[in-house]
Each structure stands twice: as C-alpha cells, then as structure tokens.
C-alpha cells in the first residue's frame, strides 16, 4: 500500500518558523518527484514548490520564494518543507503528493496524504 504522512503543522507566531515532513511507506519516494500543496479556506489548492528525483527544485508561488525551502532525506524516505519568516497569509492545510517531474499542476500529482495545518496569528 502507497501512503504519504505530512506532520509537523501547528500554531505559530508571525516571523516564526516551522518544518514540515512528508513520509513515505510501501514505496521509494527518491523514485518520484515530490510537490508541496496548500489549500486555505475559501481558496483553490496552490501549488508552493517541487523537488526532483534528482534532487533540483522548482518553486511554483512566488509568495514563499526566499522563505520557504524543499529538501530530501533519501535515507529518511522523507521530503522536507522548511518554512520561515511565516506570515498569517500562509495559514492553509498542507499538503503533499508525488509525481514523475514537477512541470505540472496539482491534478497530475498522486498518493495525497491527510495534510498537517498550518495556522500563523499573534
């Protein structure tokens, strides 16, 4: 059975950080591309950013550039989603999935997990 497990969510203060995980089980996820997905209230799924099998990135929203980072730990089996500088606009669910490259949108991804929230306020 495939599954993706994201944690790491929870309350934080503006100007804080937090990191976000994404494990994998029942599969090798060095194998895929893994993208990071957020989906606040009210609000169409966004895409935030993408690393390759091969270890480059690609960031979909210009919102998190210089604040958020994706990074692997193959031994792990586990994607990474550091997050600083948070911003109370950056409160959404977030998610993971995987594909075979990061060209493109949510809807090619697959093997979503339940998501971690994220919630930034003061």
């Known amino acids: 059975q495939l599954q993706l497990v994201e944690s790491g969510g929870g309350l934080v203060q503006p100007g804080g950080s937090l990191r976000l995980s994404c494990a994998a089980s029942g599969f090798r996820l060095d194998y895929y591309a893994v993208g990071w997905f957020r989906q606040a209230p009210g609000k169409e799924r966004e895409g935030i950013s993408c690393a390759l099998a091969s270890g480059g990135t690609t960031n979909y929203a210009d919102s998190v550039k210089g604040r958020f980072t994706i990074s692997r730990d193959n031994a792990k089996n586990t994607v990474y989603l550091q997050m600083n500088s948070l911003k109370p606009e950056d409160t959404a669910v977030y998610y993971c999935?995987?594909?075979?490259?990061?060209?493109?949108?949510?809807?090619?991804?697959?093997?979503w997990g339940q998501g971690t929230q994220v919630t930034v306020s003061s």
């Open positions: 999935a995987v594909n075979l490259g990061c060209g493109s949108s949510w809807a090619d991804f697959g093997s």
